[in-house]
């Protein structure tokens, strides 16, 4: 079973949809949670990040984390053309500098 | 502007060849890693550095070498034992006591001839 699962897509939505993107994982030790987007042949923008449970909101998006469910969400508010992009959750357990665990993305479209 | 730089941004290699990818950063932070992104995969550690002069091996550091003689550089090193090194190679950095909000590059394209 992989770390952090998380649905390829591609996911297309009309423009002004709300877009729901989820991640599940099987460590329970990790405690931070990011989600970065990345455009096509670019470095990857950290968007959201979290620390435990709870809801993270900024502008448009919204980080939800429920560790007990292993589950976690992010949600785009009235979504945009330049919305479109691979969104990457990632998850970090703490502990020292070493790597993120990164699902392997969900590529987004928005449809004008 | 504070920021990561890569170059170069697309790099064609000789089999038997080895390369160097260069990483740049100007934001003073400690930590820098290099991540291996291949196609519809989520990236991948190669190595990490906590401190100048010293460097962790990741999930998958065969094949590459690195150097951390500088704070602002992570020189990666892809030499002629990594079996397939066409990917696209991502550097990053963070802020001590903050491993977990890491920041990216543009990244490096990187294919084998």
């Known amino acids: 079973q992989k770390e952090v699962e998380q649905d390829p897509g591609p996911l297309s939505v009309p423009e002004g949809a709300i877009v729901s993107l989820n991640c599940t994982y099987s460590n329970s030790a990790f405690q931070y949670f990011m989600w970065y987007r990345q455009y096509s042949r670019k470095g990857p923008e950290l968007l959201m990040y979290?620390?435990?449970?709870g809801n993270k909101e900024d502008g448009r998006f919204t980080a939800q984390v429920d560790k007990s469910s292993k589950y976690i969400s992010l949600f785009i508010r009235d979504s945009q053309p330049s919305d479109s992009a691979t969104y990457l959750c990632?998850?970090?357990?703490?502990?020292?500098?070493?790597?993120?665990?990164f699902g392997k993305g969900t590529h987004l479209i928005i449809q004008p | 502007d504070g920021g990561i730089t890569q170059s170069p941004k697309y790099l064609f290699r000789k089999e038997g060849q080895n390369v160097t990818l260069s990483c740049e950063q100007n934001?003073?932070?400690?930590?820098m890693y290099w991540y291996r992104q291949d196609p519809g995969q989520g990236l991948r550690l190669i190595y990490y550095?906590?401190?100048?002069?010293?460097?962790q091996k990741g999930d998958i550091a065969e094949g590459y070498s690195v150097s951390r003689e500088k704070k602002e550089s992570f020189p990666l090193t892809v030499t002629s034992a990594q079996k397939n090194p066409t990917a696209f190679y991502l550097c990053?950095?963070?802020?001590?006591?903050?491993?977990?909000?890491?920041?990216f590059g543009p990244g490096t394209r990187l294919t084998v001839l």
């Open positions: 979290t620390y435990s449970s």
């Open positions: 990632a998850m970090y357990s703490g502990g020292g500098a070493d790597g993120l665990t």
């Open positions: 550095s906590q401190i100048v002069n010293d460097f």
């Open positions: 934001l003073n932070h400690d930590a």
């Open positions: 990053a950095s963070s802020k001590p006591g903050l491993a977990a909000k890491q920041f």
